[in-house]
């Protein structure tokens, strides 16, 4: 307690600073999520509760593109968690000649605008005459999520004691075994985390998916191509449906974490 | 990645003639660009919003980031989701809210209207710079206060203690301490919201209405429009080479600046 005492003096300032900083991050998404149950076509007037936008919602079409947003996203997650993770490992454990050049093929969609990382894959796609497809929006995708998931992942394996792998070597274990059996369950949470942060961003992502998607879109593209131009009252119902469900997804992988974690300590 | 991005190169040194591609070796479409002073300003317009934004974003966060990481203990994962809670929904929906709170009919003008604040509604709110610098902080933020953040969640409270106790004052405290802690974080804050942002497309393009036009958008009509696939990719050289640039001049004036040399020399 003593010790707080002195920067305290600053606090209250700081403090409104942070409120104000929340409140200008979430309001707009949570203005989008209200004005989602508004009666009145027109944005901004409210004239009354309904669910009449997001009734209109459940046509086909657009069932069938939350199908395509999921499946690409799975494959994304599943990819890019995998290689990930054995990025990360390798970087983190080895050092070898080619590490430069593992380090600038990892990380360099990071340092590139997300639209010359779309434009790029385009260019390499038509070059070796692959049309346009879910399959290629994964691609793209992956090449972006692939940095995050490696620096999460990477953030876990080096707070980790390696004694207790070569503890394991020693012992006679396989490296094979002794990386299923002592170091993934140590990393565990931070290959969840990685997996997670994948999701995210690869459910969310529109640029990339813009100049690499074929007929089948995702939700971002489908949404940019139905409310460029007229912005109805659906659109909200839907960000609010996006936004809802997402924060299902992540809720239920934090509890099935949890069950788990739980479970071994058992 | 290295793979598109050469034969990114390799396009960009090709010709278009007669609606195909000629594959003759050339600098034409760069000695094309370099001649020209519309791709010139645009490129300085998309770096002038990059460097706009990082400012803006930097101000707002190092002070929040501080006050995280110093002030609250318990409540810091709930704060933290706070801040990540926006890069749940795609940007693309951020910009459409932002759209319908700034637009000409939007709720900013209704409320200020009723309110008395305005006779009419400010038609600079929507489709103009202002627009497109409030939606991309809001996008960005975020990056800027969590890199801030973790480098100054290494700050052992001590160090402030000992230095109050010496007598010295809150503003030489916070440069001679907090600052200097603080600089990996934003160094990697910094890069981590001006390069996006100066390679955005779709916020300038929707917040911003011609007035957002910048090199991204002229990158986008070559491939989509005008099918001059070379020249997009040459245009698309030219952002990242003055990304490259500025970003270089930006970490070698950090790298001379006295605190964070005295800092680095602590270190070794």
């Given at each position: 307690?003593?010790?707080?005492?002195?920067?305290?003096?600053?606090?209250?300032?700081?403090?409104?600073?942070?409120?104000?900083?929340l409140i200008f991050l979430n309001a707009p998404v949570v203005v989008l999520m209200i004005f989602a149950f508004n009666?009145s076509?027109i944005a901004y007037t409210w004239?009354?509760?309904?669910?009449?936008w997001?009734?209109?919602?459940?046509?086909?079409?657009?069932?069938?593109?939350?199908?395509?947003?999921?499946?690409?996203?799975?494959?994304?997650?599943?990819?890019?968690?995998?290689?990930?993770?054995?990025?990360?490992?390798?970087?983190?454990?080895?050092?070898?000649?080619?590490?430069?050049?593992?380090?600038?093929?990892?990380?360099?969609?990071?340092?590139?605008?997300?639209?010359?990382?779309?434009?790029?894959?385009?260019?390499?796609?038509?070059?070796?005459?692959?049309?346009?497809?879910?399959?290629?929006?994964?691609?793209?995708?992956?090449?972006?999520?692939?940095?995050?998931?490696?620096?999460?992942?990477?953030?876990?394996?080096?707070?980790?004691?390696?004694?207790?792998?070569?503890?394991?070597?020693?012992?006679?274990?396989?490296?094979?075994?002794?990386?299923?059996?002592?170091?993934?369950?140590?990393?565990?949470?931070?290959?969840?985390?990685?997996?997670?942060?994948?999701?995210?961003?690869?459910?969310?992502?529109?640029?990339?998916?813009?100049?690499?998607?074929?007929?089948?879109?995702?939700?971002?593209?489908?949404?940019?191509?139905?409310?460029?131009?007229?912005i109805t009252p659906?659109i909200n119902a839907l960000s609010t449906?996006i936004v809802i469900?997402?924060?299902?997804?992540?809720?239920?992988?934090?509890?099935?974490?949890?069950?788990?974690?739980?479970?071994?300590?058992? | 990645?290295?793979?598109?991005?050469?034969?990114?190169?390799?396009?960009?040194?090709?010709?278009?003639?007669?609606?195909?591609?000629?594959?003759?070796?050339?600098?034409?479409?760069?000695?094309?660009?370099?001649?020209?002073?519309?791709?010139?300003?645009?490129?300085?317009?998309?770096?002038?919003?990059?460097?706009?934004?990082?400012?803006?974003?930097?101000?707002?966060?190092?002070?929040?980031?501080?006050?995280?990481?110093?002030?609250?203990?318990?409540?810091?994962?709930?704060?933290?989701?706070?801040?990540?809670l926006p890069?749940?929904t795609?940007?693309?929906i951020r910009y459409f809210a932002w759209r319908t709170i700034l637009g000409?009919e939007g709720m900013l003008n209704g409320a200020l209207?009723?309110?008395?604040?305005?006779?009419?509604?400010?038609?600079?709110l929507s489709?103009?710079?202002?627009a497109?610098?409030i939606s991309?902080?809001h996008?960005?933020?975020?990056?800027?206060?969590?890199?801030?953040?973790?480098?100054?969640?290494?700050?052992?409270?001590?160090?402030?203690?000992?230095?109050?106790?010496?007598?010295?004052?809150?503003?030489?405290?916070?440069?001679?301490?907090?600052?200097?802690?603080?600089?990996?974080?934003?160094?990697?804050?910094?890069?981590?919201?001006?390069?996006?942002?100066?390679?955005?497309?779709?916020?300038?393009?929707?917040?911003?209405?011609?007035?957002?036009?910048?090199?991204?958008?002229?990158?986008?009509?070559?491939?989509?429009?005008?099918?001059?696939?070379?020249?997009?990719?040459?245009?698309?050289?030219?952002?990242?080479?003055?990304?490259?640039?500025?970003?270089?001049?930006?970490?070698?004036?950090?790298?001379?600046?006295?605190?964070?040399?005295?800092?680095?020399?602590?270190?070794?």
């Amino acid at each position: 307690m003593m010790r707080d005492r002195p920067a305290l003096r600053g606090s209250p300032f700081l403090a409104s600073i942070l409120v104000a900083v929340l409140i200008f991050l979430n309001a707009p998404v949570v203005v989008l999520m209200i004005f989602a149950f508004n009666n009145s076509p027109i944005a901004y007037t409210w004239t009354g509760f309904t669910l009449k936008w997001f009734q209109e919602l459940a046509s086909d079409r657009m069932l069938v593109t939350w199908g395509h947003s999921f499946i690409v996203s799975i494959c994304v997650v599943v990819v890019s968690t995998i290689v990930g993770t054995m990025a990360a490992y390798g970087l983190v454990r080895y050092s070898f000649r080619a590490k430069p050049l593992v380090l600038a093929l990892v990380f360099i969609p990071i340092i590139i605008p997300r639209m010359i990382v779309g434009l790029a894959v385009l260019l390499m796609l038509n070059y070796l005459g692959v049309p346009r497809s879910l399959f290629t929006v994964g691609l793209g995708q992956t090449f972006y999520v692939l940095p995050f998931v490696t620096i999460v992942v990477a953030s876990v394996i080096v707070t980790f004691d390696r004694r207790l792998e070569e503890a394991a070597l020693d012992l006679g274990a396989r490296p094979w075994t002794v990386f299923r059996r002592v170091t993934l369950p140590l990393i565990k949470n931070g290959v969840y985390a990685g997996a997670l942060v994948a999701f995210i961003l690869s459910f969310a992502e529109f640029t990339i998916s813009y100049f690499l998607s074929g007929t089948k879109q995702t939700l971002p593209t489908l949404i940019y191509s139905e409310f460029r131009f007229l912005i109805t009252p659906k659109i909200n119902a839907l960000s609010t449906t996006i936004v809802i469900i997402t924060v299902i997804f992540t809720i239920g992988a934090e509890l099935i974490r949890q069950r788990r974690a739980l479970g071994a300590q058992q | 990645m290295l793979g598109p991005l050469t034969i990114m190169v390799v396009y960009s040194l090709w010709r278009v003639e007669n609606f195909s591609v000629v594959q003759n070796v050339s600098f034409d479409n760069y000695a094309y660009l370099i001649g020209s002073p519309i791709y010139i300003w645009l490129t300085a317009k998309a770096l002038l919003y990059g460097a706009i934004v990082t400012i803006v974003t930097l101000i707002i966060s190092v002070p929040v980031a501080y006050f995280m990481a110093r002030h609250i203990g318990p409540r810091k994962g709930l704060v933290v989701t706070a801040i990540l809670l926006p890069l749940y929904t795609s940007e693309l929906i951020r910009y459409f809210a932002w759209r319908t709170i700034l637009g000409t009919e939007g709720m900013l003008n209704g409320a200020l209207l009723r309110l008395s604040v305005i006779s009419e509604p400010i038609e600079m709110l929507s489709f103009s710079p202002v627009a497109v610098i409030i939606s991309l902080v809001h996008v960005y933020l975020p990056f800027m206060i969590l890199a801030i953040w973790v480098a100054l969640e290494a700050l052992d409270p001590a160090l402030l203690d000992a230095a109050m106790d010496l007598g010295a004052r809150p503003i030489r405290m916070f440069g001679k301490i907090v600052l200097p802690l603080a600089m990996p974080g934003i160094i990697a804050g910094v890069l981590f919201v001006f390069i996006p942002v100066t390679g955005e497309f779709f916020g300038v393009n929707m917040m911003g209405g011609t007035t957002g036009f910048t090199i991204t958008n002229a990158i986008n009509d070559q491939f989509t429009s005008a099918f001059n696939w070379p020249l997009g990719s040459a245009l698309s050289y030219m952002l990242l080479l003055s990304i490259g640039v500025v970003v270089a001049v930006f970490l070698v004036i950090v790298s001379r600046l006295r605190m964070v040399r005295n800092y680095v020399g602590r270190e070794v």
